[in-house]
């Protein structure tokens, strides 16, 4: 046990290190923009098409499940509501966090634990080139970047998932359930949800490329490492996002 939690600690604080020299790169402006929009093309184009399946998939089934719930009360006219609001302020941004980590993350910490176990990270610094400026600076920024893009796309999905069930299946005009969704959500919905993704994006990066940077145990290494990160990835969005909701709702409210 006194193994296990020393362990742990040497992981954070080394964690901790590595973080420390990805922050280093960006302050003093080593930054390779090429290599930046190379991933951020890579990694949305990776998580593009299921991150659009899952929000409509969610919109669908929230006006789904609204329209029985919304009928019971004689309130068919909410769907839109619930369904905007539900997207915007928590589901996408959640979503669209673990489905990201499950393959853009898993992308990075495979490729990068690759690299480690072939020892092309040595061979990068032998020749002269930092590995953290060269592979996990530009993976770690295309993430900041890439995922607040991916969240608006899930919203506007969702959105769109929950219309076509609202009109074809709730018979709700058109115009009234667009009108609606846009009365209905306001900067400070949009806002608890957005700002979420920031940190999310952050801490998927740095597990990810830490896992892979530090992989160790050949073939099987790669696939124990690059496990560990998505699931560890998984844990750090479920907690940091219950932390952040409720640290928006106690200072800006509802």
């Known amino acids: 046990m006194v193994?296990?939690?020393?362990?742990?600690?040497a992981s954070l604080g080394r964690g901790?290190?590595?973080?420390?020299?990805?922050?280093a790169c960006i302050l003093k402006g080593r930054v390779r923009w090429g290599e930046v929009f190379t991933q951020v093309f890579e990694q949305g184009v990776r998580s593009l098409v299921i991150v659009?399946?899952?929000?409509?998939?969610?919109?669908?089934?929230l006006a789904m499940q609204g329209q029985v719930m919304m009928e019971r009360f004689g309130a068919k006219e909410f769907i839109a509501q619930l369904v905007a609001l539900s997207l915007v302020r928590e589901l996408s941004p959640v979503f669209t966090a673990l489905v990201f980590s499950g393959k853009?993350?898993?992308?990075?910490?495979?490729e990068l634990g690759t690299m480690s176990v072939n020892s092309q990270i040595l061979a990068t610094r032998t020749m002269g080139v930092d590995p953290v400026e060269f592979l996990v600076v530009p993976r770690m920024l295309a993430c900041f970047l890439v995922l607040p893009v991916l969240?608006?796309?899930?919203?506007?999905t969702g959105?769109?998932?929950?219309?076509?069930?609202g009109v074809h299946e709730a018979h709700i005009p058109g115009a009234y359930y667009v009108n609606q969704t846009i009365e209905c959500?306001?900067?400070v919905d949009f806002f608890s949800g957005f700002v979420k993704v920031f940190f999310f994006a952050v801490f998927i990066g740095?597990?990810?490329a830490y896992k892979g940077f530090f992989t160790t145990g050949g073939s099987l290494g790669v696939g124990r490492f690059t496990t560990a990160a998505v699931a560890l990835s998984y844990v750090v969005v479920i907690v940091s996002n219950t932390v952040l909701t409720k640290i928006i709702l106690t200072f800006w409210g509802g």
Do not use: K, N, P
Request: glycine share 20%.
């Open 3 to 9: 193994a296990l939690i020393g362990g742990g600690i």
């Open 185 to 187: 959500v306001r900067f």
């Open 16 to 23: 901790a290190g590595f973080m420390g020299d990805v922050l």
């Open 104 to 110: 853009s993350g898993a992308g990075m910490a495979a």
């Open 206 to 208: 740095w597990v990810c």
């Open 151 to 156: 969240v608006v796309i899930s919203e506007l």
């Open 159 to 165: 959105i769109l998932g929950g219309y076509l069930v």
């Open 52 to 61: 659009m399946l899952v929000s409509f998939a969610s919109g669908a089934v």
